[in-house]
Nanobody, 123 residues
Framework: EVQLVESGGGLVQAGGSLRLSCAAS????????IGWFRQAPGKEREGVSC????????YYADSVKGRFTISSDNAKNTVYLQMNSLKPEDTAVYYC????????????????WGQGTQVTVSS
């Protein structure tokens, strides 16, 4: 059974940090790109970051570039999203997902999804 389990969300003040984790199981981790997406109330799901399965290259949305860092521990089948200098506009449910493509920022190109973890940044 494929599972992606996010953890690490919570409530933090503006300027603070959180580290999200995405633990994967049930598929060949090395063959999948892992992406982080977020969805705020009333807004569409947006791609935040992804890490390529082929060469470990990374992508960041402009809104998080320089503040967020994605990393992968293939021995643990886990991807992390370190979020620093958090802003109230980062408030959303954060999802991790796995894509069979080398990398993608399009939600429709992801095959498996976690249940999401809430991140709330207070001003």
């Amino acid at each position: 059974e494929v599972q992606l389990v996010e953890s690490g969300g919570g409530l933090v003040q503006a300027g603070g940090s959180l580290r999200l984790s995405c633990a994967a199981s049930g598929f060949t981790f090395d063959d999948y790109a892992i992406g982080w997406f977020r969805q705020a109330p009333g807004k569409e799901r947006e791609g935040v970051s992804c890490i390529s399965s082929s060469d470990g290259s990374t992508y960041y949305a402009d809104s998080v570039k320089g503040r967020f860092t994605i990393s992968s521990d293939n021995a643990k089948n886990t991807v992390y999203l370190q979020m620093n200098s958090l802003k109230p506009e980062d408030t959303a449910v954060y999802y991790c997902a796995a894509s069979g493509l080398p990398w993608s920022v399009l939600p429709e190109e992801y095959d498996y999804w976690g249940q999401g973890t809430q991140v709330t940044v207070s001003s």
